[in-house]
């Protein structure tokens, strides 16, 4: 139950067509709803392999290649921290923590490039080196028919 | 009927991120749940023409939607008096987790934040808690949005129910370190020590 609200905040009951309807007899059990979700996510797999395949090569490209030095503001962070993002979200879903756990950390770094810090190229090529090693696990699991994660 | 059946069936969903893969792992997600109205939208301005073409009942929202993040725009949905989707819920998708990011989307008035990447069954769980727990909204001066202040009587199917639900949330150092899921939880069902 609410709480009577402090101040000068005023409780409004809410009633939407969400919780009107969801709570119609039938839908689909939550053991059901699950079990089907997980099925239809192995299906996207090899779908998914040529995505990540796309993302990749879109961020190594996105990167300079010799370069020593960046801004915070050098556009292909911004570039490279689209493709970075995409991976580190759909990672672990698809199934595949390493990817999630390497895009999360180039996120980071770029993130702390953006805020003024010193460009690390050579924390940057490890990340990339773990993605393409992930990158790996996915064809692997492809292969092998492994289930998600 | 049991409380683990959710009928989503012929409502109408909005997912709104960036991202056009992870907004399609999250439709083939939402469809076996049992969805069958699903629409995306890139960017806010997707969204805001969204909600005047279609019947909007649910908005899944990423934090980071172009151009000025999810959080900008669940509040100007709240904000919006005259608009209909004023109290339709509102579920954050982020995978900035820290407690400043997690206070400011509950400040928003999201009904619920869920951490990314997204689980199947952290999903379900959320769209369950919102389902069966609707909450009244407290209409203030300076926000208007799902009541923060509420006693938690635990989740569907047992979910959210540890030890850490009965701690003080102050307890979570303002770190800025990432949270876990139970500790966002925790932290949108505010009140609980009250």
């Known amino acids: 139950m609410p709480n009577a609200p402090g101040g000068d905040g005023t409780v409004v009951p809410v009633s939407t ?6 709570r119609r007899p039938g839908g689909v059990s939550r053991e059901q709803a699950i079990q089907s979700a ?6 996207m797999q090899p779908q998914f392999a040529d995505w990540l395949d796309r ?3 879109l ?8 370069q020593t030095e960046a801004t915070s503001d050098d556009p292909w962070l911004a570039a490279a921290h689209v493709h970075c993002r995409a991976m580190r979200d759909v990672g672990a879903t698809m199934g595949f923590e390493l990817l999630t756990f390497a895009a999360n950390n180039l996120c980071d770094i770029i993130e702390i490039v953006q805020a003024g810090v010193d460009c690390p190229f050579d924390a940057i090529e490890s990340q990339i080196n773990a993605l393409l090693l992930a ?3 996915v064809a692997r699991a492809l292969l092998t028919g492994a289930r998600r994660g | 009927m049991p409380r683990e059946h959710l009928n989503l069936h012929g409502l109408n969903f909005l997912i ?6 992870f907004c399609m792992i999250c439709q083939s997600i939402l469809r076996s749940f049992g969805a069958t109205k699903i629409y995306e939208a890139r960017t806010a301005m997707d969204v805001n023409r969204t909600l005047v073409e279609q019947r ?3 908005l899944l929202c990423d934090s980071n939607l172009p151009p000025d993040g999810g959080l900008r725009l669940t509040h100007e949905i709240r904000g919006s008096v005259a ?5 339709i819920p509102i579920l954050i998708l982020t995978s900035d987790t820290r407690i400043n990011t997690i206070n400011a989307a509950r400040d928003a008035g999201a009904n619920m934040v869920v951490a990314k990447p997204v689980s199947v069954s952290s999903l379900y769980n959320r769209l369950a808690w919102v389902a069966f727990h609707p909450r009244s909204f407290v209409d203030a001066p300076t926000y208007f949005g799902p009541d923060r202040r509420f006693k938690i009587e635990g989740y569907p199917t047992g979910v959210g129910r540890r030890k850490s639900d009965h701690d003080d949330v102050g307890h979570v150092a303002e770190s800025g370190q990432a949270m876990g899921q139970d500790d966002i939880d925790s932290l949108l069902n505010l009140a609980r020590k009250g």
């Open chain 1, 55 to 57: 993302e990749l090569e």
């Open chain 2, 56 to 58: 909007i009942d649910f």
């Open chain 1, 17 to 22: 067509r969400f919780h009107s309807l969801v």
């Open chain 1, 135 to 137: 990158r790996k696990e």
């Open chain 1, 59 to 66: 961020l190594i490209s996105a990167i300079p290649a010799g």
């Open chain 2, 83 to 87: 608009s209909e989707y004023r109290t």
């Open chain 1, 38 to 43: 997980e099925a239809h996510l192995g299906t």
């Open chain 2, 16 to 21: 709104a991120d960036s991202n056009s893969y």
